[in-house]
């Protein structure tokens, strides 16, 4: 069993940074590959950054290349999302998320974070 507590989300102008938190507990918490998505409004759920069990393989979606950056911290079981040059259309709740199977899609996580919210003001 793993748990995940996300923290920092809040309320940021656009152009503006945050940086979010998930605390993994468990045994087994540091085999998992970690990943972030959110989910605006009215929309589904969607991929937006994972990194390996190891932390030497990222991966992006294109719409935030260059603007957020995920890492782990395997000695704290704690994995960040920096977001930088942040935007409107980031708004969303997002979600931290761990894996053991191949794959970034929603339904293929094992385990999900309750959700910090990020708000970006235009």
């Known amino acids: 069993q793993v748990q995940l507590v996300e923290s920092g989300g809040g309320l940021v102008q656009a152009g503006g940074s945050l940086r979010l938190s998930c605390a993994a507990s468990?045994?087994?918490?540091?085999?998992?590959?970690m990943g972030w998505f959110r989910q605006a409004p009215g929309k589904e759920r969607e991929f937006v950054t994972g990194?390996?069990?190891?932390?030497?393989?990222?991966y992006y979606v294109e719409s935030v290349k260059g603007r957020f950056t995920i890492s782990r911290d395997l000695a704290k079981n704690t994995v960040y999302l920096q977001m930088n040059s942040l935007k409107p259309e980031d708004t969303a709740v997002y979600y931290c998320?761990?894996?053991?199977?191949?794959?970034?899609?929603?339904?293929?996580?094992?385990?999900w974070g309750k959700g910090t919210l990020v708000t970006v003001s235009s």
């Open positions: 468990g045994r087994t918490a540091r085999n998992y590959d």
């Open positions: 990194i390996s069990w190891s932390g030497g393989n990222t």
């Open positions: 998320a761990a894996t053991l199977s191949s794959t970034w899609a929603p339904g293929g996580m094992d385990y």
